[in-house]
């Protein structure tokens, strides 16, 4: 059984410019949910896709969008980098309809925004 | 809205010691509450998951416990190690809502 992974490690980008950040889930779960932290911050939720549709989304400009695929994997996109935007972005997949309903993170993307 | 607030943000104990972290929050309307575990530029591990029927779990050294009438959880952790240094995160969820909702966290330091 594979975790989940995310790609890149690592990015800087530029004030403006468009990142897409990818999330592969774990073997077996069909929900996938996008949070960013801050630096000294817990993590905020962004959005969540379940079954390739958004499933909920948190207090995040529509600059923030995200896709799901077939697979479960998926994508995070954010249109016209803020400083703001810098922040460790993680993803959790987990399993609809389980009880205990846990999340399972994958290491993060830190983007850094100049 | 649904705040969690974990106190101290910090906390530096010599190894061997039995410690307790905190977790309060304002909406008794839980579904779940987990604790994590996150070192320096990592994701996020879980440690302990608590159901809203349940008042404790346990793993090895660690134990969580919840109480919804008061708006609490601990995470006690016995005979600390070096090891056990790493931020340490509470999270909620509520019925309904796909979201987890994060504390800040404690940042835990074991010196040995």
Not at chain 2, 59 to 82: F, W
């Amino acid at each position: 059984e594979t975790g989940v992974t995310q790609s890149p490690t690592h990015l800087i980008k530029t004030r403006g410019q468009q990142v897409t950040l990818r999330c592969s889930s774990q073997s077996g779960h069909n929900t996938v949910s996008w949070y960013q932290q801050a630096l000294g911050q817990g993590p905020q939720f962004i959005f969540q896709y379940y079954r390739e549709e958004e499933n909920g989304r948190g207090n995040f400009p529509p600059r923030f969008s995200g896709l799901q695929f077939p697979n479960y994997s998926s994508e995070l996109n954010v249109n016209a980098l803020e400083l703001d935007d810098s922040a460790l972005y993680l993803c959790a997949s987990s399993f609809q309809g389980r009880r205990t309903d846990t999340q399972y993170f994958g290491p993060g993307t830190r983007l850094t925004v100049l | 809205k649904q705040e969690v607030t974990q106190i101290p943000a910090a906390l530096s104990v010599p190894e061997g010691e039995n410690l307790v972290l905190n977790c309060s929050f304002t909406d008794s309307a839980i579904y779940n509450l987990q604790w994590f575990r996150q070192d320096p530029g990592k994701g996020l591990t879980s440690l302990l998951l608590i159901q809203s029927s349940q008042r404790e779990q346990t793993s090895g050294r660690l134990n969580a416990s919840l109480d919804k009438s008061s708006g609490r959880s601990t995470l006690y952790i016995a005979a600390s190690q070096p090891g056990d240094s790493a931020t340490y995160l509470c999270a909620l969820s509520f019925q309904g809502a796909q979201k987890l909702v994060f504390g800040q966290g404690t940042r835990l330091t074991i010196n040995p």
